[in-house]
């Protein structure tokens, strides 16, 4: 992927205490070109991490260890993993969150292009800091700033996580699963993960020549060397299917 540097004055260095735990998506409201200038002037006082193109184009303005300005207001906010201190003030999410624009407005289509060059940089910025590629942790400005539409009525987000999670398939968050009890045994180190792909959250780890017992499979997991068969056990764990005999 090719990512175009176009740094902007406006963010803060660091991320105070936190890290990125989640990935914001906006949409510019304007053209890549014009949210250029408007990220790159000390006047405008907002940024983003990313721009993504109609066509693809990447941009990047703030480093991802740096806290970009893009979802620091909050009015009535919808999202359930929004932080408070323990005096129940919300931390400024953008300290723990990473801002994607997206060229367009409110009600413009989003091209093909844009929805895979998003993805493909989603799902980098989930392995890297270890973010569940799920609803939960990849959402809407909206869901921070109720007085904004933004991302606006036509990005499908579950389309785009399943993007993200490398299939067509997961279409609305759905993964189709097969019922079949079961027992296999490690061939290795393994981990133990929240959904079926490398991109979900380690849960548990075992050692190699342990006895694992599965409720059942998919074959719509990530396909990892060839292979997209992965099992789920009773505590709605997964784990791939090349790692166990
Ligand atoms: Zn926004």
Known sequence: MNITPVLSPNFTQGRRTYRPEAIVIHVMDGTLKGTDSWFCSAL???SAHYGIGKNGEVHQYVDEIDTAWHAGRIHDPTWPLIKKTSDGMYINPNYY?????HEGNEQSEWTDAMYATSAELIRKMCQRWSIPADRLHIIGHHEIYSLKNCPGFKVDMDKLIALVNG???H????ISKTEKFGKVTTLTRLN???GPGKVYKIT???N????LAYDGFTMQGETVNGNGKWFYTEE????WSGGVK
Do not use: H, K, P
């Not at 279409?171 to 759905?174: A, D, L, M, P």
């Not at 190699?208 to 006895?211: D, T, V």
């Not at 709605?236 to 784990?239: M, S, T």
């Open 171 to 174: 279409v609305n968050g759905q």
């Open 44 to 46: 405008s006082q907002v």
């Open 208 to 211: 190699a020549g342990i006895q």
């Open 236 to 239: 709605g764990n997964w784990f």
């Open 97 to 101: 969150t990473i801002g994607v624009e």
């Open 167 to 169: 299939s067509t398939q």
């Open 204 to 206: 548990n780890m075992v």
């Open 192 to 194: 133990l993960r929240a």
